[in-house]
């Protein structure tokens, strides 16, 4: 069964109970942080979480302090129901679904204390959206301050590679602020024709569609040319985007994984050609429809 828990003091005596009375000398809690309108994406991350740990837990938080857009924050899908049942198929123990006043007492006034994302936090997506990665690592540190579970039972927590950049600054966070969190990573989920799944998606009409796969198509040649060891020719990749219907594109780079620092031709990575010669990332970002919609592909040589 799994339990719904709504308030911090709630959720931390739930979890010191489960934890307490867990067979496991040493309890893994498996945390998948979301922000609900739950899909496959989220789905594989519970699963292997599941498979992985003595206890799954997960948050369902749409966080305000991520959104730099008012409209996509109101219009962002909100199913808590549907959302219950998909956690209650993959055996989730526990789910902490915090009201908004819980996490940001006094809210919309701003919180006085807030983590920031730093440098790393003001580039792609961060330079697009201002303030969105510290909205981003504000809130997984309360969460994973709410979530950590008393000695001896450790929190591993799950993320997804579809939001490659979060992933690099989570990592970092972790590591900066000596966070007692395992971060695991895995492998984006798409659909059938290569989109990247992703809760914005349900907001896309039929027409949007076609435009939408654009994104993940570029990326593709971009890992095809690297394979292949033919020069990246990332500019007419980008005239392509630009060109597409119903495509806004905004950035479509290839950048250090661990950085997110833009490999330039000629450096180490990249040679004077275009011929890219160690593993790298490529992001991109385009608007589509209503929704803005990201995706990005690590890359290498064969
Ligand atoms: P969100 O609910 O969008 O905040 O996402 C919660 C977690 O699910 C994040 O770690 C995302 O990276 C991950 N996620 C979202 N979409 C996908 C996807 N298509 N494949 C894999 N993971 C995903």
Known sequence: MTQLLHTAEQMRRALAAATASSPAEHPVVGYVPTMGALHAGHRSLLEAARSSSDLLISSIFVNPLQFDDDADYRHYPRQLSEDLALLEDTGADLVFAPELEEMYPGYP???RIRVSAGEMGRKWEGASRPGHFDGVVTVVTK?????TPPAPARL????????AEQVAIIRRLTEDLNLPAEIRVLPTVRDENGLALSSRNQRLSAEDYPAALELSAALRSLAERARAGQPLQIDQLRTRLDH???VEPDYLVVVDPATLEEIRPEGALL???GVLRGPALALVAARVGPVRLIDNMEIQPD
């Open 109 to 111: 006034a701003s919180p």
């Open 143 to 147: 969460l994973f301050s709410i979530l």
């Open 156 to 163: 591993q927590a799950w993320f997804g590679q579809k939001d």
């Open 244 to 246: 597409a219907a119903g």
């Open 271 to 273: 040679d004077a050609d």
